[in-house]
């Protein structure tokens, strides 16, 4: 049996983003969404999900983008000068001292907490917590905070969907942290996919067992445009998730779509 967790990340980014992860889950295919814990006025998009109780609702660990939730002072590996997070995701990473993504990532999933969210999963922005060091923190805090689930990447989804020239850059890297996940106790899909033209042709090459497809639905605005470069392929991406070809494709192949909940029992 194929079954399918469609998760929409970035929950949060703007109110063009949530609005549209909302219409990407009441009339498309997504069963899912991550909040971004360290977004303002993250209360008024929350109240954005109460029309869609149905969907299973992780937080989007940040350290990519906008500002962390943390004084600048407390976390000063996380930040350029200007005091927000630094928007390149591999030089965040490179730069961010253990010791200060701790302390922001707890301060975004209590913020999340604080706002009556159950979440069901972790993952992150630009997918920071699959460097190892970040994915054994990663681990540690889903445990610590009863979050059963997280997202965890295989080498052999990394090689079904990078191109060629990055397989020897990241590949070492996902190893470690698919075996950190193995052995953290957690609950994770079988293989992770992202939203693509081809998704239908490759979920009907894969076998039985639990996906996560990943996307990014939204709708541009202003205040997307000051913080992401991916934009317009956010609207494609709604479309095409709200699309009747995709329901089409998704039912010829027997698909079921379910949630992070579904994961977790």
């Keep these: 049996m194929l079954r399918v967790i469609v998760n929409a990340d ?4 703007s109110i063009g983003v949530s609005q549209g992860i909302i219409r990407a889950i009441a009339q498309g295919v997504v069963t899912s969404t991550s909040i971004m ?3 303002p006025d993250l209360g008024a998009h929350l109240e954005l999900l109460q029309s869609v109780p149905q969907a299973s609702l992780g937080i989007h660990l940040t350290l990519s983008a906008g500002k962390p939730l943390l004084a600048s002072k407390d976390v000063p590996s996380l930040v350029d000068k200007t005091g927000a997070f630094r928007r390149d995701s591999r030089l965040a990473v490179n730069r961010a ?3 200060h993504v701790e302390r922001e990532w707890r301060a975004q999933i209590e913020r999340v907490l604080s706002l009556g969210i159950l979440p069901t999963h972790l993952d992150s922005h630009h997918h ?3 460097a190892p060091r970040l994915m054994h923190l990663a681990t540690k805090l889903a445990k610590e905070y009863a979050i059963p689930c997280i997202r965890r990447l295989t080498v052999r989804d990394v090689w079904r969907e990078s191109h060629p020239w990055r397989h020897a850059l990241v590949l070492p890297h996902i190893a470690i942290s698919q075996h950190l996940a193995l052995g953290s106790g957690l609950c994770f899909p079988d293989g992770v996919l992202a939203l693509s033209d ?3 042709g490759t979920l009907a090459r894969l076998p039985s067992g ?4 990943f996307c990014h639905p939204g709708k541009v605005d202003d205040a997307l445009c000051r913080v992401s470069s991916l934009r317009y392929e956010r609207e494609r991406e709604l479309d095409f998730l ?3 070809e995709l329901k089409a494709g998704l039912r010829q192949l027997g698909a079921t779509l379910v949630t992070y909940r579904e994961l977790a029992l």
Excluded: K, P, R
Aim: aromatic share 8%.
């Design 10 to 13: 970035d929950f949060g980014l």
């Design 37 to 39: 814990g360290n977004m």
């Design 97 to 99: 001292e253990t010791l």
């Design 128 to 130: 920071v917590h699959l």
């Design 198 to 200: 081809q998704l239908l």
């Design 210 to 213: 639990i996906y996560e497809v």
């Design 242 to 244: 709200v699309s009747a």
